[in-house]
């Protein structure tokens, strides 16, 4: 092997402190020759972090979760390559570099990428998948030739790129805009029921302008609400500082600020707190309804542009609810970095590396498009299609990150379909083709020695009924499906789903899909005659959402689905009673919506009718109505709102007659009877 070549570094951290600057390096060549030559380099300071799984590295670590990257700041962050390019993680460390610091990313020589698979791409791989070229990596390639960043090399000439000299501001100056934003908060939240949406790119100082806003107003209590306690922590820091008060990082109450998660939010009284929501893009739309609903002054924050998951959409979605049900809600932006100065070089190569300035920009109307289906080829060659791809998925779901950019091109079993017109994306649905697994991993599965990786929706299927044929045979998982805001509600989402079904009817023998479940969303599935066929017991802890699977077949497995429809109407029968209690009637209505309307036999209508002519008695045919709801659930679709949430709430779920007569706001028991007996005649007129 070559000897180390001797290069100057130095030069680029004296310019990058100068300007305030960041920048990607690359260390080109060997696993082994960079760990030696970033191992001199990071032995002359004590602020670094090394990414990798390579022992070589000095004080090397391989954190499983962002959260044990995030909230840290370093000259030098160091990501080996070799261990596995994984998109969040990658982002997440160049996150914690502070001006005047590198981001050294370890790859082979450029000219190796294109024919270069690092250990991450089984992350994208399911189970009998073999990659040997990565699409992600060969659009690296093209693209490292247009950053402003530098490399080291091992077998060529390194290359340092030095930025422009500029005259850096002052940090106080930096802070300006962040000062005077925390002012206007105040102005707006004393005394008045506001609402305040604050959006910014990263490292804008979002999180510390919250600490700072509670700071301000010191006899104010505050809660503060995120997914997980360690991304609030700058605030608590940042408030302690202005305070003058100690803070060790662990206390999640600190003089006039609490932390609280969002499904405890929820479930607390009303009080006069206001309600701070870090990140909110990290939550779903109905949940932050629901805050919002039932909190008068809150601050929701948000990362237009993340690596942890994106903005764009939330805000689109969330600002049409404000503006219809509070149009005097207002709107801040910060835009300049806290941390280091604007035009950022190491801001800008992540941006482009992963498309994190994707913009999605939609024709202004409707006109003549088309179907097609577009191949993991296409996206790399031309970076605009993949952009507008990669939007779509940010707007159409808020745990979209970057992670999903790379599943885009290296996963070899998803199929991309989508709606054009002329240049433009109006719509993606994206599927997985799953299942079709060999005997032998159908035995593992069997004999729970193993659950081969993907194949998501088969080994689901496979554990409820215990059968082999979902393993067996062919399936396609819709992962998800996105259509341009300005054209939703127009059945494109519909046509599209129909158009992907056609395409793939001769490759797969059924179709499905997992989501989290509310009664809008599974109405699509089953006006697309998709059945709901499990749902899960987990609850999302931001979203309070149960994960339901839904099927339609497409050839020779009716029994079979009609099995796995028996079996979960079986279950939840009981579970509704116990585990969904809670599960909100809108969703149990859709659950057991039927278009199916069998006839109710002449003695169950003469039970009925007796129950009518005897008022006094109405309680005690309330297991009567129970088994006509469950037998004949269609009958559920043609009753009054008051009528269908007390036949829920009550009869099937079993909820406590206080808890449900509050709920419907009826005053009495007498009136709740009364309520009862309407019910009945409802649902006798209709037989």
């Not at 999903?404 to 109006?426: E, G, S």
């Not at 116990?578 to 006839?599: G, W």
């Not at 659930?633 to 007659?657: A, D, F, M, V, Y």
Request: net charge neutral; hydrophobic share 40%; charged share 20%.
């Amino acid at each position: 092997m070559q000897d180390s070549k001797v290069y100057n570094i130095e030069a680029l951290f004296e310019r990058l402190t100068y300007n305030q600057h960041r920048q990607l390096v690359l260390f080109c060549g060997s696993q082994k020759w960079a760990a030696t030559e970033l191992n001199k380099l990071t032995s002359k300071t004590t602020s670094f972090l090394t990414l990798s799984k390579e022992s070589a590295f000095t004080q090397a670590q391989w954190p499983e979760h962002l959260h044990q990257i995030l909230g840290q700041e370093f000259e030098i962050a160091v990501y080996d390559g070799y261990s596995g390019i994984i998109p969040n993680k990658l982002a997440a460390l160049s996150g914690t570099v502070k001006a005047g610091g590198i981001l050294a990313l370890v790859l082979p020589e450029l000219e190796q990428l294109s024919a270069w698979c690092d250990q991450g791409v089984e992350t994208w791989q399911n189970h009998g998948q073999i990659l040997t070229i990565s699409l992600f990596l060969k659009r690296w390639q093209t693209l490292f030739s247009q950053l402003d960043i530098s490399i080291v090399s091992e077998t060529h000439d390194s290359k340092f790129t030095l930025p422009n000299i500029k005259a850096a501001d002052e940090l106080s100056h930096r802070l300006t805009e962040q000062s005077n934003t925390v002012d206007q908060l105040v102005t707006l939240l004393t005394d008045s029921q506001q609402y305040v949406l604050l959006t910014a790119d990263r490292g804008r100082g979002k999180s510390s302008a919250l600490g700072l806003l509670a700071s301000k107003m010191p006899r104010q209590s505050f809660v503060i609400c995120a997914r997980q306690y360690q991304a609030v922590k700058s605030s608590f820091k940042h408030l302690a500082k202005a305070l003058g008060i100690e803070y060790s990082g662990n206390e999640k109450t600190l003089s006039n600020l609490r932390f609280c998660p969002p499904d405890k939010l929820l479930q607390e009284s009303i009080s006069d707190e206001i309600v701070l929501v870090d990140e909110a893009a990290a939550l779903p739309v109905p949940t932050l309804i629901k805050i919002a609903e039932k909190y008068k002054r809150c601050v929701f924050t948000s990362t237009l542009v993340g690596y942890e998951g994106n903005g764009r959409g939330y805000t689109l979605r969330f600002k049409r609810y404000l503006a219809q049900y509070s149009p005097t809600y207002q709107q801040l932006t910060l835009n300049a970095p806290i941390r280091y100065e604007l035009g950022d070089p190491l801001e800008n190569s992540i941006n482009k590396l992963f498309a994190l300035d994707a913009e999605f920009k939609a024709p202004k109307q409707l006109e003549q498009f088309e179907f097609t289906h577009i191949s993991p080829e296409d996206l790399l060659q031309d970076e605009h299609l993949l952009k507008q791809a990669f939007s779509l998925l940010v707007l159409a779901h808020y745990q979209t990150s970057v992670n999903d950019l790379r599943q885009l091109l290296d996963q070899p079993n998803n199929k991309l379909f989508a709606i054009k017109q002329q240049n433009h994306l109006l719509g993606i649905c994206l599927v997985s083709i799953e299942g079709g697994l060999n005997k032998d991993s159908v035995a593992m599965i069997a004999q729970q020695n193993r659950r081969p990786k993907g194949h998501l929706l088969p080994q689901q299927l496979y554990h409820l009924l215990q059968q082999d044929t979902f393993l067996n045979h062919r399936a396609a998982r819709v992962v998800r499906i996105a259509i341009a805001p300005d054209f939703q509600s127009q059945k494109l989402g519909q046509q599209l789903l129909n158009y992907s079904e056609l395409q793939l009817q001769d490759e797969v023998d059924y179709f499905g899909s997992s989501f989290g479940c509310n009664a809008q969303l599974l109405k699509f599935w089953q006006d697309n005659n998709y059945q709901i066929v499990k749902l899960g017991f987990k609850q999302d802890k931001a979203s309070g959402e149960y994960s339901a699977i839904v099927l339609k077949s497409n050839k020779s497995l009716s029994e079979e689905m009609h099995q796995l429809r028996v079996h979960f109407s079986q279950q939840l029968t009981y579970q509704l009673l116990t585990h969904f209690k809670a599960l909100p009637d809108q969703l149990v209505a859709r659950i057991l919506y039927s278009s199916n309307k069998a006839q109710i036999n002449a003695s169950q209508k003469k039970r009925l009718s007796n129950l009518l002519e005897q008022p006094a008695h109405i309680e005690h045919g309330l297991a009567h109505i129970w088994h006509i709801a469950l037998e004949h659930p269609w009958l559920l679709c043609h009753l009054s709102t008051i009528s269908q949430r007390l036949l829920i709430r009550l009869i099937l779920q079993g909820n406590e007659k206080d808890l449900v007569r509050d709920e419907l706001g009826l005053q009495s028991k007498k009136h709740l009877n009364q309520k009862l007996l309407s019910l009945a005649a409802e649902i006798y007129a209709q037989i």
